[in-house]
């Protein structure tokens, strides 16, 4: 074994055990803003992990967009909420039956998938490693060239999603005041202030200088 | 040699301790120039208002960011009762830990880079929007109002400047076709007239006031409005865990400057590049570093001469004018690269 290779089973050894760990804290942390960052801790760990496999587009691209932004987007909104742990653990015997059943279901299916590799019924190809072409080259080329048209009506239906949220939350009262930074810009002072003689002339009052 | 089984390679050994004294040297040459950036800050600064800025501690007062980091180290980091005690504490170290690591994969010299990875600038995109957490956090564990206030102003501006700055990165990675920050630099190498910031001159002025945004420099600075937050996310800290926060904002601004010099302005590449002008044409680290400077120069600029943004003018900039921009600039480029047109767009 080369160093190379303890190397990298070390360090897949390493961040698949934080991996783990920080996914059940995720569950098991009773603040929730801490619960947030053991997810973010756990996405990061994934992201590694699929840096490992080869697929550094797809581990950076997964730092970037769930780490760097959704993640923001959620913790800004836990730090927000103002959670009593006591009322949300007053449910807990009401709901454990339900819990517990679908946490059997979803430990048979993590079995089942193990299974049933082992019985040879589905069989597992190793990721591709394309060559000696660029991860995100190789990427591109499959979005955009080979499945280019499901590609583009994924997105099209994303948009769609998009412009339905802000026609949903996008609400015209009347009455609001509101600025109009253009007009801000455009104003002159001749506009703005008008110069008025406090002593026209003829009128009683002090005149000329020192007033 | 062999290690129980495992052998290293002298090739191997070799390239851990050359990694290792590279990673060293960057993060002391980093540390350095925040430093003597802290001191040109308060010169230049002092100069424009008619001051002479430090002057006392050593020759020209040279030594006065040393003073300034040992009072800093002696002083007493105080944890607030009612803090978050893991979460504040750690909350600096997210703040600088991206600023150092992303240096990782700038190419300092033609082929001088840590790790010259091929998809380089996601890394970077990835890196500097980690930064946020640490602020974030800092804002929430400090348990107090002024703080939180400042975490959430920070939050909603980095987000919104994220994607500006994203989108004008797009510009540059469609006019390179690559995203390693190596060969995007040689393409620009070539002469004055290759280097982005010429197609791409709009896009090159909201990466850099995106960037000034993101590193919550003024006029950007309403995360740490003193006059209403009193210093924002980071009021509750002090001492050592201070010092991070601050090292990590010029660590920051040190590197979103090398990036636009990376970027837009031709990297390591001589100005003076094709023409017979022996050194002066010649490639170098020094380019970089002088490019560098002129770009660090204008954040003390800045800061000296524009009075904060108001919140609302902020998010107005950002989303309303600087998001459009980009789009439609990347629309044109896609016109151009189809056309092939300029030393920019031939492939």
């Given at each position: 074994?080369t160093?190379a290779?303890?190397?990298?089973e070390?360090?897949?050894?390493f961040f698949?055990?934080v ?8 569950v098991?942390?009773r603040n929730?803003?801490?619960a947030?960052?053991f997810?973010?801790l ?5 992201a ?11 581990g950076?691209v997964?730092?970037l967009?769930y780490?760097?932004a ?12 103002d959670?009593?742990l006591?009322?949300?653990r007053?449910?807990?015997?009401r ?9 059997l ?12 590799r ?11 490693r394309?060559g ?12 955009y ?8 009506i994924a997105g ?5 999603g ?9 609400t ?11 007009a801000?810009?455009r104003v ?12 026209p002339?003829?009128t009683p009052?002090?005149g000329?200088?020192?007033? | ?8 390679s002298?090739?191997?050994l ?5 990694t290792?004294g590279a990673v ?9 120039s925040?430093?003597?950036l ?5 010169k ?11 002057n006392?501690?050593g020759r ?5 960011p040393?003073?300034d980091v ?7 980091p105080?944890?607030p009762?009612?803090a978050?005690?893991?979460?504040f504490v750690?909350?600096p170290?997210l703040v600088?830990t ?10 300092f010299?033609?082929?001088t880079a840590?790790?010259?990875i091929?998809?380089?600038l996601l890394?970077?995109l990835?890196?500097t929007s ?8 800092a804002?929430?564990a400090?348990n107090?109002r002024?703080?939180?206030?400042g975490?959430m102003?920070s939050?909603?501006?980095i987000?919104s400047?994220e994607?500006?700055m994203?989108f ?12 390693d ?10 002469n004055?007239?290759?280097w982005y ?10 990466y850099?006031i995106?960037a000034v945004a993101?590193?919550?420099?003024a006029?950007?600075d309403v995360?740490?409005?003193?006059s ?16 991070m926060f601050?090292l990590a ?7 979103v400057s090398t990036?636009?010099?990376t ?6 590449a001589s100005?003076?590049a094709?023409?017979p002008?022996?050194?002066l ?16 120069f ?5 800061r ?8 609302d ?10 998001v459009p ?6 629309s ?16």
């Open positions: 074994m160093a290779h303890l190397l990298v070390g360090v897949f050894g698949a055990t991996l783990v760990i920080s996914a059940l804290g995720v098991v942390a929730p803003v801490h947030a960052l997810l973010i756990s996405f990061f760990n994934a590694v992990l699929w840096v490992l496999l080869g697929a550094e587009f797809l950076i997964l730092v967009v780490v760097g959704v993640m923001v987007l959620l913790l800004f909104v836990v730090m927000m909420l959670i009593d006591v009322v949300i007053r449910g807990f015997v709901h454990a039956p339900l819990a517990a059943v679908v946490a279901l979803l430990a048979f299916e993590i079995g089942y998938v193990f299974w049933a082992h019985l040879g019924l589905v069989s597992l190809a190793p990721p591709l394309p000696t072409l660029p991860n995100t080259r190789a990427l591109g080329l499959r979005l060239r080979d499945d280019l048209y499901p590609f583009e099209f239906l994303l948009l769609v998009v412009v339905a949220a802000i026609v949903l939350t996008l015209h009262r009347e009455g609001v005041r509101r600025q109009d930074p253009s801000q810009v002159e002072p001749a506009r703005r202030i008008r110069l008025v003689d406090p002593f002339k003829g009052g002090k000329g200088e020192g007033g | 040699m062999t290690f129980g089984g495992i052998t290293l002298p090739e191997d070799r390239a851990v301790v050359r290792v060293v040297l960057t993060t002391v040459g980093v540390i350095l925040v430093a003597y802290t001191y040109a800050e308060r230049v600064i002092g100069y424009m208002q008619a001051r002479l800025g430090p006392r501690v020209w007062g040279l030594l006065q040393f003073a040992f009072k800093l180290l002696s002083k007493e105080v944890i009762d009612a978050s005690r893991a979460v750690g909350a170290l600088l991206p600023a150092l690591a992303a240096w990782a994969v700038i190419p010299a033609p082929h840590i790790a010259p091929n998809a380089g890394y970077l990835a890196l980690l930064g946020v957490y640490g602020v974030i956090l804002g929430w400090s107090s002024y703080a939180l206030l975490a102003r939050a909603a501006q987000v400047y994607i500006a994203g004008a990165l797009v510009g540059v990675l469609m006019a390179a076709g690559t995203l920050l190596g060969h995007l630099v040689a393409r620009q190498a070539p004055i007239l290759h910031v010429i197609p791409l001159l709009p896009l090159f002025f909201v850099f995106s993101e590193t919550n420099r006029p950007f995360v740490e409005g003193e209403e937050i009193v210093a924002g996310f980071h009021v509750e800290y002090s001492g050592v865990m201070f010092a601050f904002e010029y660590a920051n601004m040190i590197l990036l636009a010099a970027l837009f302005l031709g990297g390591w100005p003076f094709g023409l002008w022996g050194l044409a010649a490639p170098g680290f020094f380019w970089l570093a002088l490019k560098v400077m002129i770009l660090l204008c954040f003390l600029w800045f000296a001469t524009f009075p904060r943004f108001r919140y003018q902020i998010m107005r900039l950002g989303w309303k004018v600087f921009l980009t789009i439609v600039w990347i044109l480029e896609g016109v151009a690269l189809w056309y092939r047109v300029g030393p920019w767009f031939a492939r």
